[in-house]
């Protein structure tokens, strides 16, 4: 992926001005981090996705500075919902006021506590119709197993990252990040639970849909 390939993209995709606003603030305030916020195209493939499965209530594990937050709570329908989880004060503030300004807040729920904690407390009903998860790498497989019960049958498991930079296919690299990778990507292989694609956009991105 080329730079200017990817503009080319970007400039025949949706577009969304909040994007670009935070973005910039992220950029500002996070420095080397900033990379860990979805790119434009990922940005307009989510709302896209939660438009499709008709999404009345998402969940959302790992929220950064809020990008991903606000392209699914944009594709939502009236009255929908966006539970955020994340355990960073710090990064989640630049998010708060992105989505106020947006007029984003009355659809997004933001808990700061490990995930897990707030997926177990979570009630049968209503079900989840979206998932995106762009957390702890090696963390995937738990945050999979908790969430795939907690998902209607038709609804969307969205994951991030799941190339790590094309490293997946590199035997001589191995560490937390890399190695939770390929245990979720093998693990939602072969889950008979789902029907699995993998697509090369952005780092990596995964889609789940239960059957």
């Known amino acids: ?15 969304d001005p909040i994007y670009r606003q935070i973005q910039e603030d992220t950029l500002r305030s996070a420095g080397s981090q900033a990379g860990m916020q979805i790119g434009e195209d990922q940005f307009a493939l989510l ?6 499965v008709g999404a009345r209530f998402a969940i959302e594990v790992g929220t950064f500075t809020g990008t991903s937050a606000a392209a699914i709570a944009k594709g939502l329908v009236p009255g929908g919902k966006l539970l955020c989880c994340d355990i960073s004060e710090e990064w989640t503030t630049i998010a708060r006021r992105h989505w106020e300004e947006a007029g984003l807040s ?6 700061i506590a490990p995930a ?43 994951a991030d990252n799941t190339l790590w930079s094309g490293n997946v296919v ?42």
Request: net charge negative; glycine share 8%; aromatic share 8%.
């Open 1 to 15: 992926m080329t730079t200017d390939l990817f503009d080319y993209i970007v400039s025949h995709s949706s577009t």
């Open 106 to 111: 009355d659809r997004i729920e933001l808990r």
């Open 47 to 52: 709302t896209l996705l939660t438009r499709l």
């Open 170 to 211: 590199d035997p001589t690299i191995s560490d937390q990040n890399i190695d939770g990778i390929r245990r979720f990507n093998d693990r939602v292989a072969g889950d008979a639970r789902c029907d699995v694609v993998m697509l090369a956009i952005g780092d990596g991105v995964t889609l789940c849909l239960k059957r």
């Open 116 to 158: 897990m904690e707030t997926i177990f407390t979570l009630p049968a009903e209503p079900p989840a119709d979206l998932v995106f998860l762009d957390a702890d790498k090696g963390g995937y497989v738990d945050y999979y197993e908790a969430l795939i019960p907690k998902l209607r049958s038709g609804g969307l498991l969205i």
